[in-house]
């Protein structure tokens, strides 16, 4: 459920005036979305999306957020484009916040991803990777190791509540982690928050990637691997070998992995999954009580790192031999 | 904000299917409506609004809301439009819930209601009533006083929590009323919750009337004196005479009071300004703790009623003589 600024018809009506997009005809809050408020607007000009700023989103990244959706778009990924103002800018300011309006993207996310969307995104994945190449601007990713040892640093004292002994098993994965990430492999903008609610979809065919506002740049294999654990697992936490075989050849379907990204891949998914651990952890202990904010069960992803703990080789994720 | 049941495109996909308004392109939950889950859809068709009724409301009044915005449209009044599934019906289920589609009004409902939007509020409702006169179902008002007997009865006790006194002022309020109220004013179809956040407009023109969920058949004066309540006290609780004028004489252009109305519009908006007091009193009083719910304060109303109490005439709400 999103954060919620009201803002009232007369500041947008004024606000909509710095775009050419057609007088406004209805817009209403929705509930997507965890870090900003967004609105759908219905102008004259067809569907877009609001976004104002809550403060969660540093304003100083909007520059790089907004312009790699539009350097994206503009390359032919399926992305929301952002709408320049009358005076050339991407960021406005509404209800006293940064303020972008963005094209309507169609679709929806799939609740339960198959194969088949799992082939597509990685194409997807791939093609974002590819055309992210030439974009100006970069953004250092906060979330890599040092990040996750800030978290873990403000968790590790109580972790033992959430299961007994977590605090030592996942000292163990922050000594493995420093010891093997990888140093140099192929880098570049990645999304870093490729979950399937962020994918939209009609029917089987991929229509759009959403939400760029954890995108950054780090290793291009470490967001194959973030979707991995986003996309391949089942409700019960088993890995599901189909799905990670038609994910990986859909990335490589469009850029193949190195020799050193795929020797890399079950460091990075064990990585990724202490990451996405970690910030649930963070949330689930220090999270405001009641039922406002739903807490994701850091469980979940402890699960997940114990299985790529376990892995040897990249085949065993279904990434077929080049 | 809304009840918030989550969807799968899957299930939705299979329930669009009844329906004969084009592939399912998007949907998003919407934070409108206080009882229901709300949803915009956007389908081969053009945009709609999808309801899912959560337990607040009664299945068996379902037919009499939809039915009574099928007839208002037909009839002319700008109300959405309930679309029929192709077996005819106009009430499915999904998730578990009953779910009804009706069609997408734009426009925007006033954050600041000027005398130009009372005015036009005033026609809107009038026309609402005379074309409701025909409609074939009745649903009885379930707060009209003796309903507010049963609310007052459970919150009596700890009135004087919100303001010291307020019980035996309140009380008075009731013996006043139940000597006075009318028993014989013409009725009808109201609306009975026509604030501000269910009429929309584009720019001083009214586009539509939503919320048909508290419609009933009352005293049609009724629903002037809640319009009256609900559109034309400021923030400081004071009166707008230049308001009120608008809107009687909006209603007025298309179906004038009678004397009788006339006469018992004091005690009408008296009786009004209670049943929201009340409500919000109950609230107040018994809604859960936390932030999740905006409790809207009683205090509005107890103001309103103290406004009213002191009315002689109608001409003081600006009534102009016949």
Not at 39 to 44: A, C, E, M, P, Y
Not at 193 to 221: H, K, Q, T
């Amino acid at each position: 459920m999103a954060v919620y600024t009201d803002i009232t018809e007369i500041e947008l009506g004024t606000f909509l005036r710095g775009y050419d997009i057609g007088e406004l005809l209805s817009y209403k809050g929705i509930a997507e979305g965890t870090e900003n408020s967004n609105f759908i607007l219905h102008t004259g000009g067809g569907s877009f999306i609001l976004t104002l700023y809550e403060k969660r989103v540093e304003r100083s990244d909007l520059p790089f957020f907004l312009g790699l959706m539009e350097h994206l778009a503009n390359r032919g990924v399926s992305c929301p484009l952002p709408v320049r103002r009358r005076d050339g800018e991407m960021i406005g300011e509404l209800a006293g916040r940064p303020a972008a309006i963005i094209t309507f993207l169609e679709g929806m996310w799939p609740r339960r991803p198959t194969a088949a969307h799992c082939r597509a995104l990685g194409e997807a994945l791939a093609r974002l990777h590819v055309a992210g190449a030439d974009f100006g601007l970069t953004r250092p990713n906060a979330l890599s190791l040092p990040g996750w040892r800030t978290l873990w640093e403000g968790c590790r004292a109580r972790a033992d509540e959430v299961e007994v002994g977590l605090g030592a098993e996942v000292g163990a994965d922050f000594a493995a982690l420093e010891i093997g990430w990888p140093k140099d492999l192929p880098s570049g903008v990645i999304h870093a928050d490729l979950f399937p609610d962020n994918v939209f979809f009609l029917g089987e065919r991929l229509s759009g990637l959403i939400d760029f506002y954890f995108a950054c740049n780090d290793f291009l294999a470490y967001d194959v691997a973030t979707c991995l654990n986003a996309w391949c697992f089942e409700r019960a936490h088993a890995f599901n070998l189909t799905k990670g075989t038609a994910l990986l050849a859909g990335y490589q379907s469009v850029r193949p992995l190195t020799e050193e990204e795929v020797a890399a891949l079950p460091l990075l998914a064990r990585g990724s999954a202490l990451r996405f651990m970690l910030t649930r952890l963070y949330d689930w202990l220090h999270g405001p009580e009641g039922a406002l904010v739903m807490k994701r069960d850091p469980m979940e992803y402890v699960r997940k790192l114990r299985f790529h703990r376990q892995i040897v080789s990249a085949s065993e994720y279904g990434l077929a031999r080049a």
